[in-house]
């Protein structure tokens, strides 16, 4: 089970200088690939396609990141925290940061 989900706010915790430490949402999961908006940028050169409406040229994009090199950001302390999964009494799981304990 993934702990990141779309949507969520993560920290980069390793890689290159540039993303490094930088903070960004999360735009799709891939499996244990991950992609962060404006996060990890590389230019991709594409055909147009006159069709879809595509122009061509180079296109700068986000590339994914592994989902081991991200960390959930906690709204309350600006940090980068692990999650935990806690199940509650009626059977649904909420997702919760293992420092203090509170819910997402």
């Known amino acids: 089970?993934?702990?990141?989900?779309?949507g969520d706010q993560v920290v980069v915790?390793?890689?290159?200088?540039k993303i490094k430490g930088q903070t960004g949402e999360v735009l799709r999961v891939d499996g244990e690939r991950v992609y962060v908006s404006n996060l990890n940028l590389v230019k991709r050169a594409t055909k147009p396609n006159p069709q879809a409406g595509q122009p061509g040229g180079l296109i700068e994009r986000e590339a994914s990141i592994h989902i081991s090199n991200v960390m959930l950001?906690?709204?309350?302390?600006g940090k980068g925290e692990r999650v935990a999964t806690k199940i509650l009494e009626n059977g649904k799981r909420l997702r919760v940061f293992?420092?203090?304990?509170?819910?997402?």
Do not use: D
């Open 1 to 6: 089970m993934n702990r990141i989900k779309k």
């Open 13 to 17: 915790t390793t890689g290159n200088k």
């Open 73 to 77: 950001l906690n709204p309350a302390t």
């Open 98 to 104: 293992r420092s203090n304990g509170e819910a997402i």
